[in-house]
């Protein structure tokens, strides 16, 4: 089994700073990408952003500028650091991986339980 922890969550006010971390533990062989994904009241899940085992990311256009995504590939965590944050930024942040649990198994994409993110004065 593979399993997705999140941290950091919160309530923060308008142009503050959050990071999240996600971490992968479990029968892992590799992991490919790794990704942050949000979801509001009302909307359809959304990227926000992802990163490959060699290190390209990308962004939504909402969050460039504002968000970095990083990797620890040692320690199988991801992290998106939040900066100058927005109301409209509020949702449940869930991260993703793709992972293979041995050599020769096809990659599958694990999701964690996800963080409530909140951003208001």
């Known amino acids: 089994q593979v399993q997705l922890v999140e941290s950091g969550g919160g309530l923060v006010q308008p142009g503050g700073s959050l990071r999240l971390s996600c971490a992968a533990s479990?029968?892992?062989?590799?992991?490919?990408?790794m990704g942050w994904y949000r979801q509001a009241p009302g909307n359809e899940r959304e990227l926000v952003a992802a990163?490959?085992?060699?290190?390209?990311?990308r962004y939504a256009d909402s969050v460039k500028g504002r968000f970095t995504i990083s990797r620890d590939y040692a320690k199988n965590t991801v992290y998106l650091q939040m900066n100058s944050l927005k109301p409209e930024d509020t949702a449940v942040y869930y991260c993703?991986?793709?992972?293979?649990?041995?050599?020769?198994?096809?990659?599958?994409?694990?999701w964690g339980q996800g963080t409530q993110v909140t951003v208001s004065s």
């Open positions: 990163i490959t085992n060699s290190g390209n990311t």
């Open positions: 479990g029968s892992i062989f590799s992991i490919n990408a």
């Open positions: 993703n991986a793709e992972v293979k649990r041995y050599r020769f198994d096809q990659s599958l994409t694990y």
